[in-house]
């Protein structure tokens, strides 16, 4: 028996350096550091692994964490490669492949489609082989923290109560996000609001030749759809979708989901064989950030802090990349307090940067402008390789990316004024259905 599965079925420590609450992938990369450097870690995951979870496209910019962790090899075994992404254009196939190997400086060429019960797994296994104190089935109910410690409350799914003690608190939760609920900081988007239906189909038709495990991203009138080639013949199939169009579902969400995608002409004829064979689900996937992302002996990790739609799959990247600077700040306040403020800081400004970059990209993706620029992509003052860096998760880095997507962003606004009726349109759409009242829970746990 591993590790991970003898702690999974123990109770948790009283005390130790480091609480880590969440096994996603933030919560296992900061974990996993956090121990390799020397502090006692103990990791507490709600649910019990193997389990389903979307965000299953990684980007190339997750490989070099992945290696960092000593587990990209077991990654690259499960997973599918990927070296780029399609999107629909006027071409002679119907799209436009961007290749990560066109990135301004691709370190990484390439990147890989997962199954997340296998991924997570795979990285709480690695966490607990580096050290880590790994306990699933158990929930973190409450926090409080003072001048020396942070002291965590919560039970187990067998109903037993536990308490825990430590000098530091990593919050991974996710959507669940531990302490913006605590501490009342969570705000939903003012910019943008989508759900969506998803499921795992068998027979869907493949890109050919080395594209056959790329991503595909369909727009539609109503929102935008990903298919994500995974191994056995099974591709996750999702329709993000404005919760007005979703509010008229009508009949079950299997029916709902097949007669949406198959409305879309360029996606229908790559169903033609298809057939759902699990893991169908609905969720509301609001757009939220935290008004903080740290505090005195605690800081927030991956989507804890604030979750984007995830049209151009950065969620497991920013949640790893987010571990892996949130386990700097630990360790650097846990050997100097009086750095900690500092610390945080630092990594407030670059988690802020990136989110920034993506969400602009992404608010305005079904905009009128955005589909001609991305149908027809121009390469001037390497702008269309920045845009493919920004596709590869390169948002953090300062290496030429981010004043030419600031060119791209001019480009943008003069295409918008030359059909201004069209986007002014989109944008009070979009709008609108911000504010539109839709239910959903969270990516892992809502199914039909």
């Given at each position: 028996m591993s590790n991970s599965e003898q702690d999974a079925e123990g109770t948790p420590p009283s005390e130790c350096d480091v609480i880590v609450v969440g096994g996603g992938p933030a919560g296992c990369t900061a974990a996993t550091i956090l121990a390799r450097r020397g502090w006692s870690v103990t990791l507490l995951e709600k649910d019990r692994y193997p389990r389903f979870h979307i965000g299953e496209s990684l980007l190339p910019m997750n490989l070099p964490i992945l290696q960092r962790l000593g587990v990209l090899d077991e990654i690259a075994r499960i997973g599918v490669l990927k070296v780029g992404a399609d999107f629909p254009a006027p071409t002679p196939a119907g799209y436009n492949v961007f290749r990560f190997e066109r990135a301004l400086d691709p370190t990484w060429a390439h990147a890989y489609q997962v199954r997340r019960d296998e991924f997570d797994s795979a990285l709480l296994e690695n966490a607990s082989g580096s050290g880590v104190k790994t306990f699933q089935g158990q929930r973190v109910t409450s926090f409080r923290t003072d001048s020396d410690s942070v002291l965590v409350d919560g039970r187990s799914d067998a109903g037993e109560p536990?308490?825990?003690?430590?000098?530091?608190l990593v919050d991974a939760t996710g959507r669940d996000t531990l302490v913006g609920n605590h501490l009342r900081l969570k705000r939903k988007s003012r910019h943008h609001q989508s759900a969506a239906l998803f499921a795992h189909f068998r027979g869907v038709e493949r890109r050919p030749g080395n594209d056959q495990g790329n991503i595909s991203i369909y727009r539609f009138e109503h929102g935008w759809v990903w298919l994500i080639p995974l191994r056995d013949g099974v591709t996750s199939i999702g329709a993000v979708c404005w919760p007005e169009y979703l509010k008229q579902r009508q009949g079950d969400q299997r029916d709902f989901l097949m007669q949406t995608l198959l409305a879309i002409p360029t996606l229908s004829g790559r169903l033609e064989h298809a057939e759902i064979v699990g893991n169908l689900h609905a969720t509301g996937n609001y757009t939220y950030a935290c008004t903080?992302?740290?505090?005195?002996?605690?800081?927030?990790?991956?989507?804890?802090?604030?979750?984007?739609?995830?049209?151009?799959?950065?969620?497991?990247?920013?949640?790893m990349h987010g571990g892996e600077v949130a386990a700097e700040v630990v360790d650097g306040t846990l050997r100097n307090p009086s750095r900690e403020r500092t610390l945080q800081r630092g990594y407030e400004r670059q988690v802020t940067r990136g989110l920034k970059t993506l969400s602009w990209f992404i608010y305005r993706f079904t905009s009128p402008a955005m589909r001609k620029l991305f149908a027809g992509p121009r390469n001037d003052w390497q702008l269309e390789q920045a845009m493919i860096s920004m596709?590869?998760?390169?948002?953090?880095?300062?290496?030429?990316?981010?004043?030419?997507?600031?060119v791209f962003k001019l480009i943008y606004f003069i295409t918008a004024l030359g059909g201004l009726k069209e986007q002014a349109l989109s944008y009070l759409w979009r709008r609108r259905q911000t504010r539109a009242v839709f239910t959903g829970g969270t990516t892992s746990q809502d199914s039909a």
């Amino acid at each position: 028996m591993s590790n991970s599965e003898q702690d999974a079925e123990g109770t948790p420590p009283s005390e130790c350096d480091v609480i880590v609450v969440g096994g996603g992938p933030a919560g296992c990369t900061a974990a996993t550091i956090l121990a390799r450097r020397g502090w006692s870690v103990t990791l507490l995951e709600k649910d019990r692994y193997p389990r389903f979870h979307i965000g299953e496209s990684l980007l190339p910019m997750n490989l070099p964490i992945l290696q960092r962790l000593g587990v990209l090899d077991e990654i690259a075994r499960i997973g599918v490669l990927k070296v780029g992404a399609d999107f629909p254009a006027p071409t002679p196939a119907g799209y436009n492949v961007f290749r990560f190997e066109r990135a301004l400086d691709p370190t990484w060429a390439h990147a890989y489609q997962v199954r997340r019960d296998e991924f997570d797994s795979a990285l709480l296994e690695n966490a607990s082989g580096s050290g880590v104190k790994t306990f699933q089935g158990q929930r973190v109910t409450s926090f409080r923290t003072d001048s020396d410690s942070v002291l965590v409350d919560g039970r187990s799914d067998a109903g037993e109560p536990f308490r825990c003690a430590a000098r530091y608190l990593v919050d991974a939760t996710g959507r669940d996000t531990l302490v913006g609920n605590h501490l009342r900081l969570k705000r939903k988007s003012r910019h943008h609001q989508s759900a969506a239906l998803f499921a795992h189909f068998r027979g869907v038709e493949r890109r050919p030749g080395n594209d056959q495990g790329n991503i595909s991203i369909y727009r539609f009138e109503h929102g935008w759809v990903w298919l994500i080639p995974l191994r056995d013949g099974v591709t996750s199939i999702g329709a993000v979708c404005w919760p007005e169009y979703l509010k008229q579902r009508q009949g079950d969400q299997r029916d709902f989901l097949m007669q949406t995608l198959l409305a879309i002409p360029t996606l229908s004829g790559r169903l033609e064989h298809a057939e759902i064979v699990g893991n169908l689900h609905a969720t509301g996937n609001y757009t939220y950030a935290c008004t903080r992302m740290s505090g005195p002996r605690w800081v927030m990790a991956g989507d804890s802090y604030a979750f984007v739609d995830p049209i151009f799959s950065s969620g497991v990247y920013l949640a790893m990349h987010g571990g892996e600077v949130a386990a700097e700040v630990v360790d650097g306040t846990l050997r100097n307090p009086s750095r900690e403020r500092t610390l945080q800081r630092g990594y407030e400004r670059q988690v802020t940067r990136g989110l920034k970059t993506l969400s602009w990209f992404i608010y305005r993706f079904t905009s009128p402008a955005m589909r001609k620029l991305f149908a027809g992509p121009r390469n001037d003052w390497q702008l269309e390789q920045a845009m493919i860096s920004m596709l590869a998760g390169d948002v953090f880095r300062d290496n030429g990316v981010h004043w030419r997507l600031r060119v791209f962003k001019l480009i943008y606004f003069i295409t918008a004024l030359g059909g201004l009726k069209e986007q002014a349109l989109s944008y009070l759409w979009r709008r609108r259905q911000t504010r539109a009242v839709f239910t959903g829970g969270t990516t892992s746990q809502d199914s039909a």
